[in-house]
């Protein structure tokens, strides 16, 4: 298994500010991945982060919006930037348990509100 | 792209029945299936993987079925409490160089009463 440490928990932001989510897992994995759940949805995919290399988005997802930072196998932080109320949302990390790439575990999500 | 979905959207129980939530996925080329459990507010907690050789697992009372061919997994819990209620949510895996991502589905919103 893999436990997953996702920081803060919440918080409340001003429009137009940034935020910075950490996410440190307890062994070293290869891809972490960065989900968003908005209110009432599930889980959509914002993008894959290897470390080593640039964080591959998904559609829909930018780079100068949601940057993120990969510097080694055990740690991410993802920043949600120029935020506005749209982005009040559950963010979630989340990684593979094992190198057989079974089991996925997440974090304990960061619940975002912008006012 | 990998489609999930989950049924019934909702479902408020006495204690003491037993359930049946239900998942179907479009694409049957999956790799694995998880169901997680998210409490209001809260990440997921891994329930019961079943892997893609796999037919079903089962963990106290939590058994899950999956069928490839038809696109089909199945959660049941037996004998419910109050203490289960949460949203159950169903995720395919995908395969190949995207392992690790997940698609989900809207999640089963699980209520029992006492």
């Known amino acids: 298994s893999a436990v997953i440490s996702q920081k803060p928990s919440r918080d409340i932001c001003q429009r137009g500010t940034s935020l910075t989510i950490q996410c440190q897992v307890d062994s070293q994995v290869t891809m972490m991945f960065w989900y968003r759940q908005q209110p009432g949805q599930s889980l959509t995919l914002i993008a894959t982060a290897n470390q080593g290399s640039e964080a591959t988005y998904e559609s829909g997802f930018v780079i100068d919006k949601f940057p993120i930072s990969r510097p080694n196998l055990t740690f991410s932080t993802l920043t949600v930037s120029n935020m506005s109320p749209e982005d009040s949302s559950i963010y979630l990390c989340?990684?593979?348990?094992?190198?057989?790439?079974?089991?996925?575990?997440f974090g304990q999500g960061t619940r975002l509100t912008v006012v | 792209k990998q489609e999930v979905t989950q049924i019934p959207a909702a479902l408020s129980v006495p204690e003491g029945e037993n359930l049946v939530l239900n998942c179907s996925f479009t694409?049957?080329?999956?790799?694995?299936l998880q169901w997680f459990r998210q409490d209001p507010g809260k990440g997921l907690t891994s329930l019961l993987l079943?892997?893609?050789?796999?037919r079903e697992q089962t963990s106290g009372r939590l058994n899950a079925s999956l069928d490839k061919s038809s696109g089909r997994s199945t959660l049941y819990i037996a004998a419910s409490q109050p203490g289960d209620s949460a949203t159950y949510l169903c995720?395919?895996?995908?395969?190949?160089?995207?392992?690790?991502?997940?698609?989900f589905g809207r999640g089963t919103q699980l209520t029992v009463w006492p």
């Open positions: 995720a395919a895996h995908d395969r190949g160089s995207t392992l690790g991502r997940l698609y």
């Open positions: 079943i892997q893609s050789s796999q």
């Open positions: 989340s990684v593979l348990g094992d190198p057989a790439g079974a089991e996925a575990f």
């Open positions: 694409d049957s080329a999956i790799y694995n």
